[in-house]
T-cell receptor, first 115, second 110 residues
C-alpha cells in the first residue's frame, strides 16, 4: 500500500517554464488536495477535489491548474513558472463525508525551485 | 485576524517537562479539529483528532474550548523525539477546505 505518491521529489525550473507535479493515491479517497508550504506561512491550500471530475480553488490558486480525471490521480500544473512559486508542494488525500473532510494523508512533498 | 493562529515558538523545553500550546480559530462554525506533527523537511502526519470533551492519547492531551475558540495540545513527560513542529487544523462543518495554522516549533533539550 503506497499511500500518497508524489513525483518528482525535487525540481528546478526556469522562469516561464511549465511543468506538472504528479500525485497518486491508492486508498480510494474521494478528497484530494494540493498545498504549498513556505517559511512562516504554514500550509496554504491551492486547489482541491471532492471526486473525479470535480475541482475547486483553495486559498492561493493563481498560476496553477488541476484536473481530476480519475479517483487516483490529481496532477498540479504550473502554467508559467515564476520565482514566487518556489516552495514545497504537498499533495494530500482523505475520505470525505457529509460532516466534512477527514484527516489528511500527505505525500512526501515536491521541492520546487524557480530560477 | 487570521482564520487559525498559532504561536510560532520556538518552545525550548527540557526533557521530561510538560509543555502546552494553543491554537485559536476565528470561525465559530468550525466543527472538526486536528493536531498534526511535522518533522524537519518531512510531510505533516496526523497526531490526533480533537474531540469536544477532550481526549488523550498516551502522553498527549487535546482540548477544545468552543467559548474562547481555541484548541490546545499538552505533552507530558516530553521526549527528545517530540521535537517537531505542531500544526493545528480547523475545518468548518460540511466544509471542504482545511485551514492549517502556521505551526509551533518545539525543541526538547536533553
Amino acid at each position: 500500500n503506497a499511500g500518497v505518491t508524489q513525483t518528482p521529489k525535487f525540481q528546478v525550473l526556469k522562469t516561464g517554464q511549465s511543468m506538472t507535479l504528479q500525485c497518486a493515491q491508492d486508498m480510494n479517497h474521494e478528497y484530494m488536495s494540493w498545498y504549498r508550504q513556505d517559511p512562516g506561512m504554514g500550509l496554504r491550500l491551492i486547489h482541491y477535489s471532492v471526486g473525479a471530475g470535480i475541482t475547486d480553488q483553495g486559498e492561493v490558486p493563481n498560476g496553477y491548474n488541476v484536473s481530476r480525471s480519475t479517483t487516483e490521480d490529481f496532477p498540479l500544473r504550473l502554467l508559467s513558472a515564476a520565482p514566487s512559486q518556489t516552495s514545497v508542494y504537498f499533495c494530500a488525500s482523505s475520505y470525505s463525508s457529509r460532516a466534512g473532510v477527514q484527516p489528511q494523508h500527505f505525500g512526501d512533498g515536491t521541492r520546487l525551485s524557480i530560477l | 485576524r487570521k482564520e487559525v493562529e498559532q504561536d510560532p515558538g520556538p518552545f525550548n523545553v527540557p526533557e521530561g517537562a510538560t509543555v502546552a500550546f494553543n491554537c485559536t480559530y476565528s470561525n465559530s462554525a468550525s466543527q472538526s479539529f486536528f493536531w498534526y506533527r511535522q518533522d524537519c523537511r518531512k510531510e505533516p502526519k496526523l497526531l490526533m483528532s480533537v474531540y469536544s470533551s477532550g481526549n488523550e492519547d498516551g502522553r498527549f492531551t487535546a482540548q477544545l474550548n468552543r467559548a474562547s475558540q481555541y484548541i490546545s495540545l499538552l505533552i507530558r513527560d516530553s521526549k527528545l523525539s517530540d521535537s517537531a513542529t505542531y500544526l493545528c487544523v480547523v475545518i468548518p462543518f460540511g466544509n471542504e477546505k482545511l485551514t492549517f495554522g502556521t505551526g509551533t516549533r518545539l525543541t526538547i533539550i536533553p
